[in-house]
């Protein structure tokens, strides 16, 4: 079974930046893709970003779009979430989930299999 554990999580300024890891146990990911999800306090969960199994096809939600970047490590077992610019309405929860398939389709939740237990991100004005 694979477990996914994120980290990097803390409080941060708005304007700064945190690098987010989701490292992978127990069996490899490498042929799936995987992608970062958030809930914020009140808030239903939303996804963030998605990237295929290879690195080549990634999405992003509109809202953080030209902010973050998602990325892997395959020979690490490791997905990447670099956060910059950061906003106060990037305060939330963030989980990292592998997807049942190779290429993502988005926003759907529906194909994801394996989540995380989640990092806690603040950013404070």
């Known amino acids: 079974q694979v477990q996914l554990l994120e980290s990097g999580g803390g409080l941060v300024q708005a304007g700064g930046s945190l690098r987010l890891s989701c490292a992978a146990s127990?069996?490899?990911?490498?042929?799936?893709?995987m992608g970062w999800f958030r809930r914020a306090p009140g808030k239903e969960r939303e996804f963030v970003s998605a990237?295929?199994?290879?690195?080549?096809?990634?999405f992003y939600a509109d809202s953080v779009k030209g902010r973050f970047t998602i990325s892997r490590d395959n020979g690490k077992n490791t997905l990447i979430l670099q956060m910059t610019s950061l906003k106060t309405e990037d305060t939330a929860v963030y989980y990292c989930?592998?997807?049942?398939?190779?290429?993502?389709?988005?926003?759907?939740?529906?194909?994801?299999?394996?989540w995380g237990q989640g990092t806690q991100v603040t950013v404070s004005s």
């Open positions: 989930a592998k997807d049942s398939r190779a290429f993502s389709s988005g926003q759907s939740e529906d194909f994801y299999d394996v």
């Open positions: 127990g069996r490899t990911v490498s042929r799936y893709a």
């Open positions: 990237l295929s199994w290879n690195g080549q096809s990634s």
